[in-house]
């Protein structure tokens, strides 16, 4: 699984929990690396930082003590066992924490985030045919979701929001259009009042993705809260982990009932027989486990003290780089406050990025991303997503529907993320850490631009 992570982590973006260990962690996270993978955690930092690998997850009391419980009573599934499991219902304890702290009337958990955006969809009755808006720099989770249901995604341009174009957004709805999906990537948001006003013009339904930027708000308000349905995700790299998890977010009752059904079969949940519950329609198997919910739960009841020390680190280093005239910064909608997860910041041009994304890597400086050239998050290295390749056939519509990426140009999304970088905040640094970081990423953006 280290390896995995490692591998994964060395071109994806992230989000990080990094907690500080006691000497009883470190002694059993020790054991666990040298059984499995013969190192210790000394070895596997030095590993990681020399990989350039951001950051993972450490747990602490907090999340061992949750998981002892579902461990103590055995009970791994998150329905049913009602009196074997003592009274503990992690997943539902976690959803109504979610609730409380996300400010909405219902969470589901599911298994993962890919897992809760298909699920919006389809709570929403989205499916063969219909167009959903997506903007170009996202996670591939995104259009996977669409065309999961036989849907398609209708991809259009960001903004300096690095979320969706106001304009680009309103020019693409066609009378196939369903939904609006903004995704409010490292740590910040889209414009949700304006998305708000286009789809209650045109009968939309809007679907914030929240996974990158859990721990934000709009007008006072938790991203995920504000649109019809929102989704989160909680895979091992994002803000507050369960180690694979994700959420569903909805003030809906008919969306949240359709999100708790088609997420585990399609049961109804009435009574506590599962052998007899009914079925009122289709559904799939997206249900999470006890043990990710508990890891979960500790989690969440962190996210304030998370989001408070990533604030502190991002305005060090945003103080730093605000005296340099040829850097700007991503534009946060009015009423919006950030996560902290990420500092993104543009430079003058992509040529200037490049260089600079090249000079950080080569000087330590970690965990900062130019999307540009990343094969995950931006269109313009989504070939396999242009050129169809599916392992199975899609349906004809879907190709049809899908036609106009062939052709299609990004100009704006090339202007923004071309210029892009975006910085991950750690939680781990301590402040001079964090200072001499600010400090080299001056001088090397200096040097850079003064070449
Ligand atoms: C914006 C966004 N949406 C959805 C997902 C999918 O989440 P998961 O990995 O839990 O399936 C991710 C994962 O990185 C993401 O960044």
Redesign the pocket.
């Known amino acids: 699984m280290w390896l995995f992570c490692i591998e994964k982590y060395k071109t994806?973006n992230y989000n990080l929990t990094f907690t500080r260990i006691n000497p009883i962690e470190l002694k059993s996270i020790n054991s666990f690396l040298s059984v499995h993978f013969s190192c210790n955690f000394d070895l596997l930092i030095f590993k990681l930082k020399h990989q350039i690998m951001p950051g993972f997850e450490l747990f602490g009391e907090l999340e061992r003590k949750e998981l002892s419980d579902v461990l103590d009573n055995g009970i791994l599934m998150r329905y049913g066992f009602d009196v074997k499991r003592k009274g503990h219902w992690k997943a539902k304890e976690l959803e109504k924490e979610l609730e409380n702290q996300l400010m909405v009337k219902h969470a589901q958990l599911v298994s993962?985030?890919?897992?809760a955006?298909t699920i919006a969809l389809a709570a929403a009755g989205i499916g063969a045919g219909d167009e959903v808006i997506m903007p170009t720099f996202?996670?591939v989770?995104?259009f996977e979701a669409i065309m999961m249901l036989g849907a398609i995604p209708i991809l259009v341009d960001i903004d300096d929001t690095l979320t969706l174009d106001i304009e680009a957004t309103k020019n693409a709805i066609t009378s196939k259009t369903k939904a609006i999906m903004p995704?409010h990537?490292c740590g910040s948001m889209a414009n949700l009042d304006a998305l708000k006003e286009i789809c209650n013009a045109n009968n939309l339904v809007l679907i914030e993705?929240s996974?990158?930027a859990t721990g934000a708000t709009y007008k006072g308000k938790p991203l995920g809260s504000i649109g019809d349905l929102g989704?989160l995700?909680?895979?091992f790299?994002k803000i507050i982990t369960a180690g694979?998890?994700?959420a569903v977010l909805t003030n809906n009752e008919k969306f949240y009932k359709n999100a708790d059904h088609f997420s585990d079969h399609g049961h109804d949940h009435v009574g506590n027989d599962r052998g007899a519950e009914t079925h009122p329609f289709l559904g799939y198997n997206f249900r999470i486990s006890e043990l990710h919910a508990a890891v979960g739960l500790a989690q969440l009841r962190r996210l304030d003290e998370f989001v408070a020390i990533q604030k502190k680190n991002y305005s060090i280093i945003r103080d730093a780089l605000s005296g340099i005239p040829e850097v700007t910064f991503r534009t946060v909608p009015e009423g919006g406050e950030e996560s902290y997860s990420f500092l993104n910041f543009f430079l003058l041009d992509l040529n200037t990025a490049r260089k600079v994304s090249s000079a950080f890597k080569e000087n330590g400086i970690d965990a900062c991303f130019h999307y540009y050239d990343n094969n995950w998050h931006y269109i313009r290295k989504w070939e396999h997503l242009k050129d169809l390749k599916t392992l199975y056939p899609l349906s004809s519509e879907v190709k049809k529907g899908l036609k106009y990426l062939q052709t299609k140009t990004y100009e704006k999304s090339d202007h923004y993320i071309g210029r892009n970088i975006s910085c991950l905040i750690k939680l781990s640094w301590t402040e001079e850490d964090v200072i001499k970081r600010a400090d080299k990423m001056v001088e090397i953006i200096k040097k850079t631009c003064s070449q």
């Not at 993962?112 to 897992?115: E, F, I, K, L, V």
């Open positions: 994806f993962s985030g890919t897992a955006v996202t996670f989770a995104s995704i990537m993705d996974s990158q989704c995700s909680l895979d790299v694979e998890g994700g």
